[in-house]
């Protein structure tokens, strides 16, 4: 069988598997999922966000848990931002926009995969469904605002989303375009309970000097969450994609989550030994 032929059944049923995940089924689902979230906080008997974990679009279980989340905040604002999202398929903000229709900006530094994302996404569901934007760029803390407001968002948004292997604790710091009622953010859980932050550098491409030395620990990303006004609620099951919410939405109906309590994988410990390599670099107290 020829090379382009075997490409060719692959690419169809890759998909294929990839329509299902906007399947009237799965969007039936989860609306059901939906209403009864809301159905538990008019009665006081709502789920913990560690209960609520599955996956369809992203890496891992946020799908579901920020499905829980924008369940009892509601989505007034139904918009994201996401930083590090290679072609914006296997995304935290790919199933808002599918089976919720959100609308937002995917932001990634690889020109293949944004070329990929566009051709994608201008191809499914159906031609002429309101399209995300993408923008190819190397994010600095110098740049990311003006490449939000260039792409028309700015103000409130539901969701803000960072995963760039580097500076996602200085970018984070550094926005200041757009008010999120919900950031995710990835941690390095190999960090343990120590409050460090590599320096900043405007040049890093990972994995540079060596695959760990980047990014903060949870202890001083949630400090700075902190200091932006969010509290931490809740992390995927491994510990890493840290989830908050701005403070003054359902505080009491969602509320804070020690540093603690979402490292409780088998696998974090284990995750920590890499420190050791590392340990005696510089740092910067979060």
Do not use: C
């Amino acid at each position: 069988m020829k090379h382009w032929f075997k490409n060719l059944l692959k690419d169809k049923f890759l998909v294929f598997k990839v329509r299902d995940r906007w399947s009237a089924s799965v969007q039936i689902s989860q609306r059901k999922l939906y209403l009864k979230y809301q159905e538990q906080l008019k009665t006081n008997t709502l789920s913990t966000i560690s209960e609520t974990g599955f996956r369809v679009f992203s890496q891992f279980e946020e799908d579901g848990m920020l499905l829980f989340v924008f369940s009892v905040l509601g989505m007034p604002h139904k918009t994201f931002v996401e930083i590090g999202s290679d072609d914006g398929i296997n995304s935290n903000s790919a199933n808002l926009y599918f089976n919720f229709g959100w609308h937002g900006l995917f932001i990634d530094g690889n020109s293949k995969s944004i070329k990929r994302g566009r051709k994608f996404f201008s191809k499914y569901p159906h031609p002429w469904f309101y399209k995300p934007k993408f923008e190819n760029a190397i994010v600095t803390k110098d740049n990311i605002n003006d490449l939000i407001n260039s792409n028309g968002f700015n103000g409130d948004i539901g969701l803000l989303s960072i995963d760039i292997d580097g500076n996602d604790y200085w970018i984070w710091e550094a926005i200041d375009a757009i008010t999120p009622q919900v950031v995710i953010i990835e941690t390095h859980r190999e960090f343990g309970l120590k409050n460090i932050v590599v320096p900043y550098d405007a040049n890093y491409t990972y994995p540079g000097k060596h695959p760990l030395y980047n990014g903060a620990s949870p202890v001083a990303m949630v400090n700075l969450a902190k200091k932006k006004g969010y509290r931490l609620v809740g992390a995927n099951a491994l510990g890493f994609n840290f989830i908050f919410i701005k403070n003054g939405l359902a505080d009491d109906a969602i509320p804070e989550v020690s540093v603690a309590s979402v490292l409780t994988h088998p696998s974090v410990a284990e995750s920590q030994k890499g420190f050791d390599d590392i340990k005696d670099w510089d740092y910067i107290e979060g």
